[in-house]
């Protein structure tokens, strides 16, 4: 069967400082991925998606990046941090095609202070 | 453009009684729906999907949803209501376009269930 590994779980990092977050996927190939945040009490904004290796696309401008390595793994990063990237990060995945749901890892309580 | 939109930010049963949380939707094409759940800092739980399929949908733990184009609805139901159904919820429309899935979230219901 399939899982989504997320990590790490919480996060606390002083202003100016690097970010990774990083999500790998099991148990399927070629794998459509995507980052989300979620601010305390909104939806969820989708920030980055990638249909391959090397792929990536951004839905809104900020001060984040991701990349793709590997098929199965995505990895969220910042050089420098603000205060307005706290939040709640969650990693995703879908198969390819059209009407397919989306898999969630448990997410990244992130924490600029 | 696809959105949806959901109608009550926050939604108070009894235990045992029935769950509605409403959803409406706009998409220009028969759309993909889905709702999901999601507990206190946890990621996000598949409960059912629409994808032109049977209207009335059956998801897990007992939630169901119809789908209704002339009221472009698709509000989420559960006959009874469990003290663990207490959780954030929700839907979403996916339309498929440059080669993925574009999941739209709206915000979310927040479901109290009391005793």
């Known amino acids: 069967s399939q899982t989504i590994h997320q990590w790490p779980a919480t996060l606390v990092q002083p202003v100016g400082s690097p970010l990774s977050l990083e999500c790998t996927v099991e148990?399927?190939?070629?794998?459509?991925l995507y980052w989300y945040r979620q601010a305390a009490g909104r939806g969820l904004q989708l920030l980055f998606y990638?249909?391959?290796?090397?792929?990536i696309s951004s839905e809104v401008p900020q001060n984040l990046s991701a990349s793709r390595p590997q098929d199965r793994q995505f990895i969220l990063s910042s050089k420098k941090l603000l205060l307005s990237d706290s939040g709640f990060y969650l990693c995703?995945?879908?198969?390819?095609?059209?009407?397919?749901?989306?898999?969630f890892g448990q997410g990244t309580r992130l924490t600029v202070v | 453009a696809q959105s949806v939109t959901r109608l009550d930010s926050h939604v108070s049963v009894s235990e045992g009684t029935p769950v509605l949380l409403r959803c409406n939707y706009s998409?220009?094409?028969?759309?993909?729906l889905f709702w999901y759940v999601q507990h206190p800092n946890k990621g996000l739980q598949l409960l059912l999907k629409?994808?032109?399929?049977?209207?009335l949908v059956k998801g897990i733990n007992g939630f169901e949803a119809e789908f209704k184009k002339s009221e472009t609805s698709f509000h989420l139901t559960k006959p009874s209501a469990h003290m663990s159904d207490a959780a954030e919820y929700f839907c979403?429309?996916?339309?498929?376009?440059?080669?993925?899935?574009?999941?739209?979230f709206g915000a979310g219901t927040r479901l109290a269930v009391h005793p």
């Open positions: 998409s220009s094409y028969s759309p993909s």
């Open positions: 990638s249909v391959g290796i090397g792929q």
């Open positions: 979403v429309v996916s339309p498929f376009s440059g080669g993925y899935n574009k999941l739209i």
């Open positions: 629409y994808t032109s399929a049977a209207t």
């Open positions: 995703a995945w879908t198969g390819q095609g059209p009407n397919t749901e989306a898999f």
């Open positions: 148990g399927t190939s070629n794998p459509n």
